[in-house]
C-alpha cells in the first residue's frame, strides 16, 4: 500500500512541475518501499541510482547503505562522476506514538539529506523531500536559502496529513 501511494504523489508532483525534465543524474534517497523508482522506470530514466539501507525490487540501480556512510558516499561519487542534478527522497525513519519523539528523528533524517544536498548536488540543481508538518520549519527555512525558488506541495485527504514535500530548485552554491 505504501508503495502504491507514493507512485502517485510522485506522479502528481511530477505532472505538476515536470521535475524529471532534463535531469541526467538522480539519486533517490530512502528507495524502500520502491513507489517512486518504480515510476522513474516507468518514465524510462537511466542515469539514476536509489539509495537505501533495504533493498527494493525494482531497481538494479540499487546501493545499499546509509547515506551519511563514508563507503557508501565513495561508491556514489565513483558512480557519478559529476555532481547530481536531482535529488529525490520520499524517505521517512520509523515513527512513534509521540510527536515530540518523531519530531526529533525526523529533523535527525532531514539533516541527513541536507548534508548529502549540500556534498552532492549540483549549482543548479533541484531537490524534492518528504517532512511532517510538526517538524521545525527555520531548520527547513535555513536550508531553502540555498535556492532560488520553493515550492510547498500537500496532499489533501479526507483525514488531515501531516506530510508536506518541498521542491527546491536551482540550488545557488
Same mark, same amino acid.
Given at each position: 500500500?505504501?508503495?502504491?501511494? $507514493?507512485?502517485?504523489?510522485?506522479?502528481?508532483?511530477?505532472?505538476?512541475?515536470?521535475?524529471?525534465?532534463?535531469?541526467?543524474?538522480?539519486?533517490?534517497?530512502?528507495?524502500?518501499?520502491?513507489?517512486?523508482? !518504480?515510476?522513474?522506470?516507468?518514465?524510462?530514466?537511466?542515469?539514476?541510482? /536509489? #539509495?537505501?539501507?533495504?533493498?527494493? =525490487?525494482?531497481?538494479? %540501480?540499487?546501493?545499499?547503505? $546509509?547515506?551519511?556512510?563514508?563507503?557508501? =558516499?565513495? !561508491?556514489?561519487?565513483?558512480?557519478?562522476?559529476?555532481?547530481?542534478? *536531482?535529488?529525490? /527522497?520520499?524517505?521517512?525513519?520509523?515513527?512513534?506514538? /509521540?510527536?515530540?519523539?518523531?519530531?526529533?528523528?525526523?529533523?535527525?533524517? *532531514?539533516?541527513?539529506?541536507?548534508?548529502?544536498?549540500?556534498?552532492?548536488?549540483?549549482?543548479?540543481? $533541484?531537490? #524534492?523531500?518528504?517532512?511532517?508538518?510538526?517538524? %521545525?520549519? /527555520?531548520?527547513?527555512?535555513?536550508? *531553502?536559502?540555498?535556492?532560488?525558488?520553493?515550492?510547498?506541495?500537500?496532499?489533501?485527504?479526507?483525514?488531515?496529513? $501531516?506530510?508536506?514535500?518541498?521542491?527546491?530548485?536551482?540550488? *545557488?552554491?
Amino acid at each position: 500500500m505504501k508503495e502504491i501511494n $507514493s507512485y502517485y504523489k510522485i506522479k502528481k508532483i511530477n505532472n505538476k512541475f515536470n521535475i524529471f525534465k532534463n535531469k541526467k543524474r538522480i539519486a533517490e534517497l530512502g528507495c524502500y518501499p520502491g513507489g517512486w523508482t !518504480k515510476y522513474l522506470k516507468e518514465l524510462n530514466i537511466k542515469n539514476f541510482i /536509489s #539509495i537505501d539501507i533495504k533493498k527494493t =525490487k525494482y531497481n538494479k %540501480n540499487y546501493l545499499m547503505g $546509509s547515506i551519511n556512510n563514508n563507503l557508501t =558516499k565513495k !561508491k556514489i561519487k565513483k558512480i557519478f562522476i559529476k555532481k547530481i542534478c *536531482l535529488i529525490i /527522497s520520499d524517505s521517512c525513519p520509523k515513527l512513534t506514538n /509521540s510527536k515530540y519523539i518523531n519530531k526529533i528523528f525526523l529533523e535527525r533524517h *532531514l539533516k541527513k539529506i541536507f548534508f548529502f544536498t549540500y556534498e552532492f548536488l549540483k549549482k543548479g540543481g $533541484s531537490i #524534492i523531500y518528504k517532512t511532517m508538518n510538526y517538524v %521545525n520549519y /527555520s531548520m527547513i527555512k535555513k536550508f *531553502l536559502r540555498n535556492f532560488q525558488y520553493t515550492k510547498k506541495i500537500e496532499f489533501v485527504k479526507k483525514k488531515r496529513s $501531516s506530510e508536506i514535500y518541498y521542491y527546491h530548485y536551482n540550488f *545557488l552554491k
